[in-house]
């Protein structure tokens, strides 16, 4: 059940084999493909890194559309700094994400007013949100 009030894009992915040991992911336009291997093996990628890389890349437009609407000038050369941490939960496995984000220039002030509004409408932090744990940090 799609629970969005519109959808803007679906990213379409195929992955055959092994998933994370050997595994590979293509997208639909070619813009994608990755073989993936476990972390610290290998020439691949994994899901970790991936998620890390999309999330950042997430957040950022996030800030750059809360700073669009409340007519804020970001920084040029603004960062993230992405870790996924990959860990058993019990019987299972889980993932928890730190986010560190740069602003230089910006006052500490309305840049972490910034995050803080831009975590509120990220997509990703909506879909992280009271399932794992996500650490937010203004560098």
Known sequence: MNTLDK????????TTGGGRDGGVSKSDDGHLEVTHTPPGKGNG???EQL??????ACFIGAMKAVAA??????????????EVDLGPVGQAYGVAAR?????PGMERE???KLIDTA??????????????PVTLTLA
């Not at 998620?51 to 950042?56: I, M, V």
């Not at 986010?99 to 602003?103: F, G």
Request: with cysteine; hydrophobic share 40%.
């Open 69 to 82: 609407k409340q007519g804020i000038k970001l920084p040029e050369d603004l960062s993230i700094d992405a």
């Open 119 to 132: 975590h509120m409408v990220c997509p990703y932090s909506n879909a992280t949100r009271g399932n794992i």
């Open 45 to 47: 990628t994994n899901p």
């Open 110 to 112: 309305a840049a972490q």
């Open 51 to 56: 998620f890390a890389a999309g999330y950042s």
């Open 99 to 103: 986010l560190t984000i740069h602003l």
């Open 7 to 14: 959808v803007l894009y679906t990213a379409h992915v195929h």
